[in-house]
């Protein structure tokens, strides 16, 4: 049975695409499909550009990513005309960053701020989407793109966080003016990529400090140096060299992996490590020895390298040791955060850390946090970065309808698929970025990958056009054929061994997937190649 769609009389506008979303993606979404010539509106929820670096404006919110590889790599002049501050910059410069690329591109007058997509459905009749949002508009339009981003539904599932009288936030949604903590006490729930930035932020403003922590981090020092504009020329002169090797390396980074494991003596290995770890970046995760990932005795050895310098800096205090530093799983195969003097934070007067593996936090209550044991902790200001549904959840909060009137929630609900993570069996011209079984989020600099995937999406409605056709949508074989290679891959690793968002683990009855592609983003990218290059195999073109 086709969706209920709207009578015409109630369409608003017609357009060619609507995109979902105005950070990355988005924004040169919208730059090449307008330059095809297409009548293009973006929606964004948000007040202006930025996508994740317009929500998460928190304490410490900075780039882990280089930022001279976190840029558009389409445009030259673009490129050499923006200038970083540091290496890793701070939401602030990151936003001004994305503020003169949209203003640059001339994409403001092709976005609505300020609008949530609410519903998307198909009509089978006319072989078009009407698009709701909740300022009413009902948009007709041939193609819906998702450029909604891989950590952009964040989660909310711990009881009674309406019944606190202080203040209250969840890091996804700090306020821009910033809380005053000056004095006051604050506790801070999650110890994840996100936590960290905010605790080594604020815990020496703050009057007291308590952290709340359930799964530790292999936590990274990061070197953040203040460029100059020599370091500027130099990153600057390097453009034509990262533009041939960043979109081919395993990572979409600017380094790759360049040490065998079984090539390298032990004391080669540990200075080899040595050496990696004073970078003061991802390397040691994204170009260390790729071996860690799939041969568990090279996995324990990475990671008792990185515990052992993390246990150096906690002075041996064993509550420190026990609730900060990760035993039951093997460096890289979570998310791996970069910090500066986070550990030291710790040993501050001021700073208080709680256990709560086995003693989880049981509810919030009006005035602070009481876990499963009955104990109270009472608090002015509660910081909330309890993660995100990643990779499904900025969709499934949405009601998309395919053909048959079919619910894109309830199917992932059931079972994960997508087809190379940019369109999905039964949504035809529903294409996608950042969505699961593409690099995303995990094993990825997001602007190598969005940047790829966007490419390719406008390549293919380029192509769809220019043969008079107008519907594309992925086979049932070539999706399955899909997530099979994807589990193939997934399942060699000693990822899929672990518990973390990477497999959907942190949000109760999601169905457990890698959700990232893990065969390395040059591979990817050559896979796509070729099935644009050979007609589009896995598709039905109409």
């Given amino acids: 049975m086709t969706a209920a769609t709207p009578s015409a009389d ?36 948000a007040g202006d550009v930025g ?72 009509n089978e009749d006319t072989g078009r989407w009407i698009v709701h949002t909740d300022q009413g508009d009902v948009v007709d339009t041939q193609f819906f793109i998702s450029c909604a981003g891989m950590l952009s539904a964040p989660l909310k599932n711990i009881e009674g966080t309406d019944d606190f009288k202080g203040e209250l936030v969840f890091s996804s949604s700090y306020p821009a003016e910033g809380l005053d903590l000056a004095g006051k006490r604050v506790g801070v729930v999650g110890v994840g990529a996100t936590g960290i930035q905010i605790i080594q932020t604020i815990a020496p403003e703050v009057g007291h400090l308590t952290v709340f922590a359930r799964t530790p981090q292999y936590a990274l ?65 994204l170009a260390g ?8 005795e090279i996995s324990d050895a990475v990671s008792e390298f990185v515990r052992n310098k993390m246990i150096e800096r906690l002075n041996g205090d064993e509550h420190l040791i026990e609730t900060l530093v990760p035993t039951d799983y093997g460096f890289g195969t979570h998310r791996v955060p970069l910090e500066n003097g986070y550990l030291e934070v710790y040993h501050q007067d001021n700073v208080d ?40 959840g900025a969709l499934t909060r949405i009601d998309i309808r395919g053909r048959n009137g079919r619910s894109l929630a309830d199917e992932w609900g059931m079972d994960i698929k997508t087809t190379m993570g940019l369109a999905k069996h039964g949504y035809p011209n529903l294409l996608t970025t950042a969505v699961p079984l593409a690099p995303s989020a995990a094993l990825c600099n997001m602007t190598t990958c ?26 049932e074989e070539g999706e399955d054929a899909w997530v099979a290679h994807h589990e193939e891959l997934a399942s060699a690793t000693l990822v899929p061994n672990t518990t973390s968002w990477y497999l959907g ?19 990817y990218r050559q896979k796509c190649e070729e099935e644009a290059a050979n007609g589009y195999p896995t598709f039905a073109r109409t």
């Avoid at 923006?82 to 690329?101: C, D, L, N, T």
């Fill in 10 to 45: 109630t369409v608003t506008d017609t357009v060619d695409a609507v995109i979902l979303g105005a950070g990355v993606a988005g924004l040169y979404q919208l730059h090449q499909l307008r330059e095809q010539g297409l009548n293009v509106k973006t929606f964004d929820a």
């Fill in 51 to 122: 996508g994740t670096w317009w929500w998460n404006r928190y304490p410490g919110a900075r780039f882990d990513s280089e930022g001279y590889i976190y840029q558009y790599l389409f445009d030259e002049k673009l490129y050499k005309e923006w200038a970083w501050s540091q290496k890793f910059p701070g939401q602030p410069e990151i936003e001004r960053w994305m503020h003169y690329v949209t203003d640059r591109l001339d994409l403001r007058r092709n976005i609505q701020f300020n609008t949530r997509i609410t519903a998307a459905h198909y």
């Fill in 221 to 285: 020092p990061m070197k953040n140096p203040t460029y100059t504009k020599a370091d500027q020329d130099w990153y600057h002169s390097r453009f034509d060299e990262l533009k041939s090797t960043i979109p081919h390396t395993f990572t979409g980074f600017e380094y790759d992996f360049e040490h065998a494991w079984a090539d390298c003596t032990p004391e080669q290995r540990q200075q080899i490590l040595e050496e990696i770890y004073q970078d003061g970046s991802l390397k040691l995760w």
């Fill in 289 to 296: 020895f790729g071996e860690m990932f799939f041969v568990q």
């Fill in 353 to 392: 850390l709680v256990n709560v593996r086995k003693n989880p936090i049981a509810q919030i209550t009006e005035t602070g946090i009481r876990l499963s044991d009955g104990t109270d902790h009472e608090f002015d200001v509660l910081i909330l970065a309890t993660g995100f549904d990643a990779g499904t």
């Fill in 450 to 475: 969005l940047q790829q995937q966007t490419e390719w999406i406008s390549g293919a409605i380029k192509d769809l056009r220019a043969e008079g056709k107008s519907t594309i949508e992925p086979t």
């Fill in 505 to 523: 683990s942190n949000v109760p009855g999601k169905p457990r997937r890698m959700l990232s592609y893990i065969g390395g983003v040059g591979t």
